[in-house]
């Protein structure tokens, strides 16, 4: 894991020179708070659309959707690290850049262990997101890794103040 947070900092840097990551001269709160709020309305999504895969059968005409909740829960974290980062006055696009940042900022400050903690939670479900979203998958298979990862959600809220 820890190569491969290495490497989100490395897209950080690249995406400083390319100008896809850039610090403001001011924090824009707004934006901030915008953030956060789409953070929370995300894990909120992904929660909901759980609770009917739990309870709605598929005859009534519901599909199970364990593949959105998986993206709203993965949304959330993402728009929690673009918050976390807009707060330090870093502005940017791209998921691998803007984790890249927030790993590099937590370590500036010395929190270490929160840089790997936080940074390989997004990471996996970073990845989690994208197998459910471009692969033909098993509901069931995708349904057992919501649980764990709607605690790691609610989690990296609470760490980035969310």
């Given at each position: 894991m820890k190569r491969e947070l290495e490497k989100l900092v490395e897209a950080a840097?690249?995406?400083?020179?390319?100008?896809e990551l850039w610090c403001e001269r001011?924090?824009?709160?707004?934006?901030?708070?915008?953030?956060k709020r789409l953070a929370r309305h995300?894990?909120?999504?992904?929660?909901?659309?759980?609770?009917?895969?739990?309870?709605?059968?598929?005859?009534?005409?519901w599909e199970k959707c364990p593949d959105w909740v998986i993206t709203a829960c993965y949304y959330?974290?993402?728009?929690?690290?673009?918050?976390?980062?807009?707060?330090?006055?870093?502005?940017?696009r791209g998921h691998e850049a803007t984790l890249g940042k927030l790993i590099e900022i937590?370590?500036?400050?010395?929190?270490?262990?929160?840089?790997?903690?936080?940074g390989d939670k997004v990471n996996e479900a970073r990845k989690l997101r994208i197998a459910a979203s471009y692969t033909v998958f098993s509901p069931e298979e995708f349904q057992?890794?919501?649980?764990?990862?709607?605690?790691?959600?609610?989690?990296?809220?609470?760490?980035?103040?969310?």
């Open positions: 840097w690249k995406a400083e020179s390319s100008e001011a924090t824009d709160v707004g934006y901030v708070d915008g953030q995300n894990l909120a999504v992904a929660k909901a659309l759980n609770k009917l895969n739990g309870v709605v059968k598929p005859s009534n005409g959330s974290m993402h728009r929690s690290v673009l918050a976390f980062i807009a707060s330090k006055g870093w502005k940017g937590l370590r500036e400050e010395g929190k270490l262990r929160l840089a790997e903690e936080i057992l890794k919501i649980r764990p990862l709607l605690v790691d959600v609610e989690l990296i809220l609470e760490r980035l103040g969310v």
